[in-house]
């Protein structure tokens, strides 16, 4: 086992280097949760490696969002050309020059690609712009606005413009897809929330036996203040007992709940892929320029970024009793304070 987790590591690693981490690596390379801990340094060594794990990741989605910044760039000029040729009857003979001379302002361009925007499509450029932007509501909202007035258009004149008809029906198709695919995401995230809901519930009763263990400990301690710490009585192993107890008692179902998290997420590959294969028909549809695709789903590897920031996260109970101590250099009881804290 342990040489699988370092060959994992390995394959992460060179990954990184290569600039190509798929959804799949992230999986295969992330730490089994401990389910027990006795020793506080088996919790810190697997929130690092979950930590390495979630940066690396965090990276990758920055990098892959800067590519795409940079391709809509490109895409941007692309479309206003495109566009030009599709209804050049109805640009002007001295804007067709002036935009093939170079010396149209980036202003003009844009007054022009939304005038040519709304003559296509019926939205401003902006709207095209955004529609990935949107949250699954927003764009389970749009969707269904877009189905029903092309729909409608179509229906109420068959014969006008059938063209951009055809155009808009496909549309209507994609976004009547789109829709049916985010709210099959959305279930998923739901189910995860509710879970997640629970779980915060059954918390709060799991750390009561636990701030009931963390006063008796330190009463006990206070009733032999004179016991050097590391003979008799040594507090760090007294108050760890108090965390095992509860960790021990939670971690199965954080662990249960993330690994179901994690089946749903994987379970979605292909939702996630279609998502944003629809999102570029859209635009082409739009803009009748083809947007370059990731090799790898964005949306996927966001989804297992939120993942990997809930593993890393373990089970720590809600503390309502702290006992600070302070020390002598010799090891001695030197004063205590007590303090209430509520999470």
């Not at 401990?34 to 979950?50: A, E, S």
């Not at 712009?129 to 509501?137: T, Y």
């Not at 709210?183 to 036996?209: G, T």
Request: proline share 3%; hydrophobic share 35%.
């Amino acid at each position: 086992m342990k040489i699988k987790v370092v060959f994992s590591f390995m394959m992460l690693s060179f990954c990184i280097v290569n600039a190509q981490i798929s959804p799949m690596d992230i999986v295969i390379s992330t730490p089994a949760m401990p389910l027990n801990i006795n020793d506080f340094k088996v919790q810190d060594d697997f929130q690092k490696k979950v930590s390495v794990l979630k940066d690396s990741l965090a990276n990758e989605i920055s990098r892959r969002k800067e590519e795409a910044k940079e391709a809509g760039k490109d895409m941007e000029n692309k479309m206003g050309k495109q566009m030009m040729q599709q209804t050049g009857a109805n640009i002007s003979a001295a804007d067709m020059q002036k935009m093939k001379s170079g010396k149209m302002s980036k202003a003009e361009k844009e007054a022009m690609a939304n005038r040519m925007m709304q003559q296509m499509a019926n939205m401003s450029l902006d709207e095209a712009k955004d529609i990935n932007k949107l949250s699954p509501e927003g764009k389970k909202a749009y969707s269904e606005g877009l189905s029903t007035e092309m729909m409608a258009a179509a229906q109420a004149d068959p014969n006008k413009n059938l063209a951009q008809q055809k155009r808009n029906m496909n549309r209507a198709e994609l976004a009547e897809e789109q829709s049916a695919i985010t709210n099959r995401i959305q279930a998923k995230q739901s189910k995860f929330e509710d879970k997640l809901a629970q779980y915060r519930k059954n918390k709060e009763i799991w750390s009561i036996p636990y701030n009931v263990c963390l006063e008796s400990t330190h009463k006990y301690i206070d009733s032999h203040s004179n016991v050097s710490l590391g003979s008799d009585i040594n507090e760090g192993v007294e108050l760890q007992k108090c965390f095992t107890a509860f960790y021990n008692n939670a971690a199965p179902y954080y662990k249960g709940m993330l690994d179901e998290r994690l089946v749903d997420i994987q379970a979605l590959t292909a939702d996630y892929n279609r998502l944003e294969a629809i999102q570029n028909m859209m635009e082409y549809s739009i803009t009748g320029v083809k947007k370059p695709e990731n090799k790898v789903a964005l949306m996927h590897l966001e989804a297992l970024q939120e993942y990997l920031s809930y593993l890393r996260d373990l089970p720590m109970p809600t503390v309502t009793y702290v006992h600070i101590y302070k020390f002598k250099n010799e090891g001695k009881v030197k004063a205590k304070d007590k303090e209430k804290v509520v999470e």
